[in-house]
C-alpha cells in the first residue's frame, strides 16, 4: 500500500543569500530608542504580584540540589532576591503614599528610609524577633556575616546593580544576607492592605513552585 504521505515543499537553498542581500539594498530604518517613562503612580498589587513572581523564583533556587549544581547559581538568586525585596519595599512606599510614585531606585537601604516610620520599625521589630536566620547568607558560618538587620541591610543595599553586573567586577567581594527578608516586607504589605487577602486577590503567603 502506497504512502500517500506528501512530500515537503521544495526549499530554494539560495533564497537565504537573496535575503540577505535584499536588506543590504533595503536596511531596516534606525532604531526608535524607547525613552525612560517618567515615574507615575503604580497600582501596588503589580508590585506586589511582581515581586511575589521574583521571590517564587528565589524559593525555587533555595533549593539544595540548585544550590549545589553551580556557583553561578547563587549569583542568580541574589539578583532575583534583591528584586524581589525592591518590589516589596516599592508595593509599600505606594501603599503609604497613593499620590506620589514610588522611589526611582534599586537601592534596598534608600527604599527602606523612604517607608514610613512605622513600617521600618514594624519590619525592624520583625527581624529581630526572627533573629539571625532572616539574613540567609550565601555562605554559611560567615565570619563577616552581619551581626545587626541595619548592617546586613547597607551591605545589601545596591545588590540588585552589583551582582547582576559581577562579571564587570570579578574581583568584587560582598556578602548578601537579605534572602528572607521578603518574606518580612511582604507581610508588612498585606498588613497595611488586608483586603488583597480577604477578597482572595493574592494568598497569605507565597508557596514555593511544585515539581
Not at 13 to 32: G, H, I, M, S, V
Not at 108 to 131: P, R, T
Request: glycine share 4%; proline share 9%; with cysteine.
Amino acid at each position: 500500500m502506497m504512502n500517500d504521505r506528501r512530500l515537503p515543499p521544495f526549499r530554494d537553498p539560495f533564497a537565504f543569500l537573496r535575503q540577505l542581500d535584499a536588506e543590504k539594498k533595503n536596511p531596516l530604518p534606525p532604531r526608535t530608542k524607547q525613552k525612560k517613562p517618567k515615574p507615575q503612580v503604580v497600582d501596588p498589587l503589580e508590585l506586589l504580584r511582581q515581586g511575589d513572581a521574583f521571590f517564587k523564583v528565589e524559593l525555587l533556587l533555595r533549593r539544595p540540589m540548585m544550590l549545589h549544581q553551580d556557583v553561578d547559581i547563587a549569583v542568580v538568586r541574589v539578583v532575583t532576591s534583591a528584586f524581589a525585596n525592591e518590589m516589596y519595599l516599592k508595593c509599600i512606599a505606594q501603599i503609604e503614599k497613593p499620590t506620589q510614585p514610588p522611589p526611582q531606585s534599586h537601592d534596598l537601604e534608600d527604599l527602606f528610609g523612604a517607608l514610613s516610620l512605622e513600617s521600618q520599625e514594624y519590619i525592624e521589630i520583625a527581624v529581630q524577633v526572627s533573629g539571625q536566620a532572616i539574613f540567609g547568607a550565601v555562605i554559611p558560618e560567615d565570619p563577616n556575616a552581619p551581626k545587626t538587620f541595619r548592617q546586613a541591610l547597607r551591605g545589601g543595599a545596591e545588590a540588585f546593580v552589583q551582582w547582576r553586573y559581577r562579571h564587570e567586577n570579578r574581583n568584587f567581594v560582598q556578602g548578601y544576607y537579605l534572602f528572607r527578608w521578603g518574606a518580612t516586607l511582604r507581610e508588612r504589605a498585606l498588613q497595611l492592605r488586608p483586603d488583597w487577602v480577604t477578597s482572595g486577590t493574592v494568598k497569605q503567603r507565597v508557596d514555593p513552585p511544585s515539581d
